[in-house]
């Protein structure tokens, strides 16, 4: 069956009486060279376990379980349960998980799923959550190698800006202290159905064998990064004495160390400078 083709599309989703849901970010792949590239790039192959987030009607989740050895798929519309019996029938291994990804114990269903495998994540992300989606398989160190996910173009280029930079955020923070992210390639508005009115991109982030920083100071590492941004058009300095009630004179000899200004902004320390402050701010 062709997932692909507008026609089948309409076929199957006509006679199972289904309308798209807006609000659950349903915007399904029509092109077919998108979900086989993402696959290739995504880890899916022999050894390789596969999580992925939406399933849709399919579409990817056929060319991730041609490819790996095992797919367990988290979608939340029920509506779609029917339809993916009828359009996975030809698969034994695929399990699919009627939930909410963000409410789903996802290390218990790696466990179950995926023992003696590497696991990879692929997934189209629903545009409402990619964010939480992506911080929340980040911050909950699932033994996960590598995240392959579809997101709006600007989503991406956030998530992919260098760290240091003033396209840089919070969250591009956030993702690269975990892994290292970067974008694979463009996909336009029409390769969806429906089409949004925004194009996307496929990004990847290779996660770290092991973490940067201990528990006490990625805590204290994230509190500053979180000042920072919120207050990004201040000094650091000001941020920080404001936010987290740390003395400007201790952060101005921070700085000074680490050979910038008393002025400086967050979003001018690279990765290893923030690193650095946060072990010279932190209380021993
Ligand atoms: N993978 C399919 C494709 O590429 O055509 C569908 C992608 S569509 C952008 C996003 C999918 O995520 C939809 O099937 C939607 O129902 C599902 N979804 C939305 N919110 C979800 C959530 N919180 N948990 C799990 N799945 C969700």
Same mark, same amino acid.
């Given at each position: 069956m062709e997932l692909t083709n507008i026609g089948t599309v309409r076929d199957i989703l006509g006679r199972h009486g289904?309308?798209?849901?807006?609000?659950?970010?349903?915007?399904?792949?029509?092109?077919?060279?998108?979900?086989? $590239?993402?696959? /290739?790039n995504g880890n899916a192959g022999p050894g390789w376990g596969v999580l992925e987030i939406g399933t849709g009607i399919g579409v990817l989740t056929k060319e991730l379980a041609l490819r790996a050895d095992k797919v367990a798929a988290v979608e939340i519309d029920s509506r779609l349960l029917p339809i993916l019996e009828e359009t996975l029938a030809d698969f034994d291994n695929i399990r699919i998980y009627n939930e909410d990804v963000m409410k789903c114990d996802? $290390?218990?269903?790696? /466990?179950? /799923?995926?023992g003696g495998l590497h696991v990879a994540v692929c997934a189209n992300l629903p545009?409402?959550?990619?964010?939480?989606?992506?911080?929340?398989?980040?911050e909950s160190r699932l033994p996960i190698q590598s995240i392959t996910v579809m997101v709006q173009k600007e989503a991406a280029q956030r998530l992919c800006a260098k760290v240091g930079t003033r396209e840089s955020g919070a969250i591009t923070v956030g993702v690269n202290y975990y892994g290292t992210p970067?974008?694979?390639f463009g996909v336009s508005r029409g390769s969806f159905m429906p089409s949004p009115n925004v194009d996307s991109a496929v990004i990847r982030i290779d996660l770290n064998k /092991?973490? $940067?920083?201990?528990q006490e100071e990625e805590t204290f590492f994230f509190q500053i990064?979180?000042?920072?941004?919120s207050q990004r $058009?201040?000094?650091?300095?000001?941020a920080l004495s404001s936010m987290m009630g740390i003395e400007k004179q201790?952060?101005?000899s921070a700085l000074g160390s680490l050979g910038l200004s008393e002025s400086a902004r967050i979003e001018q320390l690279t990765m290893e400078q923030l690193t650095e402050l946060t072990l010279l701010l932190i209380d021993k």
């Open positions: 289904f309308s798209f849901s807006k609000g659950l970010g349903q915007n399904f792949i029509i092109d077919p060279t998108v979900c086989p $590239r993402i696959a /290739e996802l $290390r218990a269903l790696i /466990e179950k /799923e995926f545009y409402y959550i990619t964010s939480p989606v992506i911080m929340l398989l980040l970067r974008k694979l /092991e973490p $940067r920083l201990s990064v979180k000042s920072g941004f $058009r201040k000094t650091l300095s000001n201790r952060v101005y």
